[in-house]
C-alpha cells in the first residue's frame, strides 16, 4: 500500500507560480509511475502529467504543456509538479496518483490517490 499526501497549493495571482509536492510513503517509491490530476468544481477530474518510474518518461496535457513541469526525487519519495504562469482556468484541487504499471492519461489506471491541495488563481 502506498499513502500519498500532496502539499504546496494555496492562492497565487494569474501569472505566477506554484511548486505542489506529493510525498509517498514506503520504501518502493520508484516501483511506481506517478500521475497529477486536477478537478475544478462542476467538471470531471482531468490528467495533468505523469512520469515513469525512473523518471526519464514526462507526459502532460495539451492544455499545461510548456508551462508545467513534473519531476520526482526517487531518494525522498517525493514527486513534484512546478505550475508557472498561471491562469484562471488552472484553479481546481490538484492529486497526485501512483501506478504500479506504466504511466497513463486515464485518471482509472491508478491505485493510489492522495486527499488533494487547493491552488486558487485568481487576482
Known amino acids: 500500500q502506498v499513502q500519498l499526501v500532496e502539499s504546496g497549493g494555496g492562492l497565487v495571482q494569474p501569472g505566477g507560480s506554484l511548486r505542489l509536492s506529493c510525498a509517498a510513503s514506503g520504501r518502493t517509491f520508484s516501483s511506481y509511475a506517478m500521475g497529477w490530476f486536477r478537478q475544478a468544481p462542476g467538471k470531471e477530474r482531468e490528467f495533468v502529467g505523469a512520469?515513469?518510474?525512473?523518471?526519464?518518461?514526462?507526459y502532460y496535457s495539451d492544455s499545461v504543456k510548456g508551462r508545467f513541469a513534473i519531476s520526482r526525487d526517487n531518494a525522498k519519495n517525493t514527486v513534484y509538479l512546478q505550475m508557472n504562469r498561471l491562469k484562471p482556468e488552472d484553479t481546481a484541487f490538484y492529486y497526485c496518483a501512483a501506478t504500479g504499471s506504466q504511466p497513463s492519461t486515464t485518471a482509472t489506471r491508478y491505485e493510489y490517490w492522495g486527499q488533494g491541495t487547493r491552488v486558487t488563481v485568481s487576482s
Open positions: 512520469i515513469s518510474k525512473g523518471g526519464g518518461g514526462r
